[in-house]
């Protein structure tokens, strides 16, 4: 077991030795104990108090070897709102640890640090820690858990509880502690445990770790109870921690691969469709191997950045914003689809399909090895020629030899005439695109295209990551004018579409950017940011450097629209819909509630003319590491 890590003048020797001083029986007290003496021991002694002084001393907490679990995964981070239920862990992460590996980043609520999980997990590629305060904790995390399951996000859960009916130290503990805790997000999590004995935790955490980097990745839970926490470990009990050993990310069958291959190099107009596909770099880099060796038409549906957006075959642009759902444009007329962790296959080809029923489709997704029943985050079934399911990145490699054997010269010369269209097309749509975006270019309020522009001319030689979603709610400017080549720009949006994931999710992913000096960027929706603003006040309190530029449109505008849409149908009008749905009387003031948490800021900025000066003022504060934010006042979208 590792060694003990004990500060030269600790809070543990200070309550030993003034206890001692106390009871005024020094001359009966205990002589150093075989573990304490020696430091490699596994497991120390525990030193009893005289029952006079009310005080019992715990030399080797349960907790501290769980911070030694939690260390030998590699876990750099424990975001968490301090909580009781996981006190113990909370004190050894503090005192045993050093506060280094993990490290304790405060949050102001339990949603907050899981989203914020779930951004520094896409840009990172490894998870942090959360810590969660029993019932209540667990509640309030919930739609952010939500949100990383159905985002195939690697979300680390540990969950305070007292299990012990008879350990529970009154009427707040007991509304706050559970039989089974893990109950309440069963069915949005990969996998959970509640370990009974510190042995029982240790093979429990590893394997965690080891089921939620298993693609499909998702959120696990490991309840720890208070009383294993605090209690000391046992004389002579035999810790040890069980070796990680990650698994490799399951591969499609080898027949199935060559048969897909054979109906791509025979596919006269093929299109691939990535959703999440591109779990690392890597994965980006094999799809733009495969897509220039066929010279075929991408499609990104932007769960994360899967293709480089310029690249002259992508073809997103045509099908107009960029996200949810993306449709496979008809003008397109493809005749094979090949679905790489698609996020919804079925509404992508139901318009092609309906125009050429005999359309191939070809699904490759990870997505078909683990899904539940109750929520219905899997969208409509979709019938398909061949189906795989396996971890699309890990199947490209070999998709691509395969390929690559069946490509004669002949061709090799059909797939050049073919990307030259593509390439033209995509010239064609960045055009467009470039000419809508000047349309209202001098609006006030200022329109959600000149706020992307006017960002991108200033960051466009800076390294660079967008970590809020390119949303319908800023019409995906940013994915339509921006030119994004790195895996790391842009990690998409909420997986369950919940609000309150925007704001925590760009923290966290910027707090992942931080390590390599990049320049994050946040276009924030404002209504989004109403439910989790405390993140401004842990950016500040943590040093966490990103450039915040708020879409306020003062408005929940999808809902403006959902409700003009149904009045219209009813014919009753659209004087009243904006009770309940705009943010107005009074306006809030944005740069006032950021600059209260800690954070540089300026605004509300309804000139136009005036955003190059406020987001360059904001790119010199990040650079010198702090975040900033600018209050924009938007169009609707």
Same mark, same amino acid.
Request: proline share 7%; net charge neutral.
């Given at each position: 077991m590792p060694k003990s890590k004990r500060n030269p003048v600790g809070r543990r020797g200070f309550l030993r030795g003034a206890v001692a001083g106390a009871a005024a029986f020094a001359?009966?007290?205990?002589?150093?104990?075989?573990?304490?003496?020696?430091?490699?021991?596994?497991?120390?002694?525990?030193?009893?108090?005289?029952?006079?002084?009310?005080?019992?001393?715990?030399?080797?907490?349960?907790?501290?070897?769980?911070?030694?679990?939690?260390?030998?995964?590699?876990?750099?981070?424990?975001?968490?709102?301090?909580? $009781?239920?996981?006190?113990?862990?909370?004190?050894?992460?503090?005192?045993?640890?050093?506060?280094?590996?993990?490290?304790?980043?405060?949050?102001?609520?339990?949603?907050?640090?899981?989203?914020?999980?779930?951004g520094y997990a896409k840009v990172e590629g490894k998870p942090v820690a959360i810590a969660v305060h029993g019932t209540v904790g667990l509640q309030h995390a919930?739609?952010?858990?939500?949100?990383?399951?159905?985002?195939?996000?690697?979300?680390?859960?540990?969950?305070?509880?007292?299990?012990?009916?008879?350990?529970?130290?009154?009427?707040?503990?007991?509304?706050?502690?559970?039989?089974?805790?893990?109950?309440?997000?069963?069915?949005?999590?990969?996998?959970?445990?509640?370990?009974?004995?510190?042995?029982?935790?240790?093979?429990?955490?590893?394997?965690?770790?080891?089921?939620? &980097?298993?693609?499909?990745?998702?959120?696990?839970?490991?309840?720890?109870?208070?009383?294993?926490?605090?209690?000391?470990?046992?004389?002579?009990?035999?810790?040890?921690?069980?070796?990680?050993?990650p698994s490799t990310p399951p591969a499609g069958d080898g027949a199935a691969i060559a048969d897909a291959a054979k109906m791509l190099v025979a596919a006269?107009?093929?299109?691939?469709?990535?959703?999440?596909?591109?779990r690392t770099p890597e994965g980006m880099k094999n799809l733009v191997e495969l897509a220039e060796l066929l010279q075929c038409a991408v499609l990104d549906q932007h769960r994360r950045l899967n293709f480089p957006s310029r690249h002259p075959l992508n073809q997103s642009n045509r099908?107009?914003?960029?996200?949810?759902?993306?449709?496979?444009?008809?003008? &397109?007329?493809?005749?094979?689809?090949?679905?790489?962790? $698609?996020?919804?296959?079925?509404?992508?080809?139901?318009?092609?399909?309906?125009?050429?029923?005999? *359309?191939?489709?070809? $699904?490759?997704?990870?997505?078909? *090895?683990?899904?539940?029943?109750?929520?219905?985050?899997?969208?409509?079934?979709?019938?398909?020629?061949?189906?795989?399911?396996?971890?699309?990145?890990?199947?490209?490699?070999?998709?691509?030899?395969?390929?690559?054997?069946?490509?004669?010269?002949?061709?090799?010369?059909?797939?050049?005439?073919?990307?030259?269209?593509?390439?033209?097309?995509?010239?064609?749509a960045l055009e467009k695109a470039r000419l809508d975006a000047s349309y209202g270019w001098d609006a006030s309020p200022?329109?959600?295209?000149?706020?992307?522009?006017?960002?991108?001319?200033?960051?466009?030689?800076?390294?660079?990551?967008?970590?809020?979603?390119?949303?319908?709610?800023?019409?995906?400017?940013?994915?339509?004018?921006?030119?994004?080549?790195?895996?790391?720009?842009?990690?998409?949006?909420?997986g369950a579409e919940g609000v309150g994931y925007a704001a925590p999710a760009a923290v966290g992913a910027a707090f992942a950017h931080k390590r390599h000096g990049r320049l994050p960027i946040a276009i924030q929706p404002d209504g989004d940011l109403m439910c989790a603003n405390g993140v401004l006040w842990t950016a500040a309190h943590h040093k966490i450097p990103m450039l915040t530029m708020m879409h306020n449109n003062r408005a929940y505008h999808q809902e403006v629209m959902g409700l003009q849409g149904l009045a219209n149908r009813r014919q009753r009008g659209i004087d009243h819909i904006e009770i309940g749905t705009k943010i107005y009387d009074p306006y809030i003031d944005y740069a006032k509630l950021a600059s209260s948490m800690g954070v540089r800021s300026e605004g509300p900025i309804t000139d136009p003319k005036d955003l190059a000066g406020a987001i360059r003022r904001g790119i010199q504060a990040v650079k010198g590491g702090e975040p900033y934010l600018v209050d924009v006042v938007t169009q609707p979208r």
């Amino acid at each position: 077991m590792p060694k003990s890590k004990r500060n030269p003048v600790g809070r543990r020797g200070f309550l030993r030795g003034a206890v001692a001083g106390a009871a005024a029986f020094a001359a009966q007290a205990p002589n150093a104990t075989p573990q304490q003496q020696n430091a490699n021991a596994p497991a120390r002694a525990e030193a009893t108090a005289p029952a006079e002084s009310g005080v019992r001393i715990v030399e080797r907490a349960g907790s501290d070897f769980m911070v030694d679990v939690i260390q030998s995964l590699g876990i750099e981070y424990v975001f968490a709102m301090p909580g $009781s239920s996981f006190a113990g862990l909370h004190e050894s992460i503090l005192n045993y640890a050093g506060n280094k590996n993990p490290e304790y980043i405060t949050c102001m609520h339990e949603e907050s640090s899981v989203a914020m999980a779930n951004g520094y997990a896409k840009v990172e590629g490894k998870p942090v820690a959360i810590a969660v305060h029993g019932t209540v904790g667990l509640q309030h995390a919930s739609m952010a858990v939500y949100d990383a399951f159905a985002d195939h996000s690697p979300v680390y859960m540990i969950l305070g509880n007292s299990q012990d009916a008879t350990k529970r130290g009154g009427e707040v503990i007991w509304v706050h502690s559970a039989q089974d805790p893990a109950a309440l997000v069963r069915d949005i999590t990969k996998w959970d445990d509640q370990p009974v004995s510190l042995p029982h935790f240790a093979e429990s955490a590893v394997r965690a770790y080891k089921i939620k &980097m298993t693609p499909p990745m998702g959120p696990v839970a490991i309840t720890i109870d208070t009383e294993l926490q605090e209690e000391q470990i046992p004389i002579g009990t035999n810790l040890r921690i069980p070796k990680l050993s990650p698994s490799t990310p399951p591969a499609g069958d080898g027949a199935a691969i060559a048969d897909a291959a054979k109906m791509l190099v025979a596919a006269e107009n093929p299109v691939l469709l990535a959703g999440r596909m591109a779990r690392t770099p890597e994965g980006m880099k094999n799809l733009v191997e495969l897509a220039e060796l066929l010279q075929c038409a991408v499609l990104d549906q932007h769960r994360r950045l899967n293709f480089p957006s310029r690249h002259p075959l992508n073809q997103s642009n045509r099908a107009g914003q960029g996200g949810k759902p993306l449709m496979v444009p008809v003008v &397109m007329a493809p005749d094979l689809v090949v679905g790489l962790e $698609s996020n919804d296959l079925y509404t992508a080809i139901r318009l092609v399909r309906a125009r050429n029923p005999q *359309l191939k489709v070809i $699904s490759i997704s990870a997505g078909d *090895l683990f899904q539940r029943s109750n929520y219905q985050n899997f969208q409509r079934y979709t019938e398909e020629d061949i189906s795989i399911a396996a971890d699309a990145e890990a199947t490209l490699p070999y998709l691509i030899e395969a390929c690559k054997k069946l490509i004669t010269d002949d061709r090799k010369r059909t797939f050049q005439a073919r990307g030259a269209k593509l390439a033209e097309a995509h010239n064609q749509a960045l055009e467009k695109a470039r000419l809508d975006a000047s349309y209202g270019w001098d609006a006030s309020p200022i329109s959600t295209a000149r706020l992307s522009a006017e960002l991108w001319a200033q960051i466009r030689t800076e390294d660079w990551a967008l970590v809020t979603d390119s949303s319908p709610w800023i019409h995906d400017w940013p994915l339509q004018l921006w030119d994004f080549t790195k895996h790391y720009q842009y990690i998409g949006g909420a997986g369950a579409e919940g609000v309150g994931y925007a704001a925590p999710a760009a923290v966290g992913a910027a707090f992942a950017h931080k390590r390599h000096g990049r320049l994050p960027i946040a276009i924030q929706p404002d209504g989004d940011l109403m439910c989790a603003n405390g993140v401004l006040w842990t950016a500040a309190h943590h040093k966490i450097p990103m450039l915040t530029m708020m879409h306020n449109n003062r408005a929940y505008h999808q809902e403006v629209m959902g409700l003009q849409g149904l009045a219209n149908r009813r014919q009753r009008g659209i004087d009243h819909i904006e009770i309940g749905t705009k943010i107005y009387d009074p306006y809030i003031d944005y740069a006032k509630l950021a600059s209260s948490m800690g954070v540089r800021s300026e605004g509300p900025i309804t000139d136009p003319k005036d955003l190059a000066g406020a987001i360059r003022r904001g790119i010199q504060a990040v650079k010198g590491g702090e975040p900033y934010l600018v209050d924009v006042v938007t169009q609707p979208r």
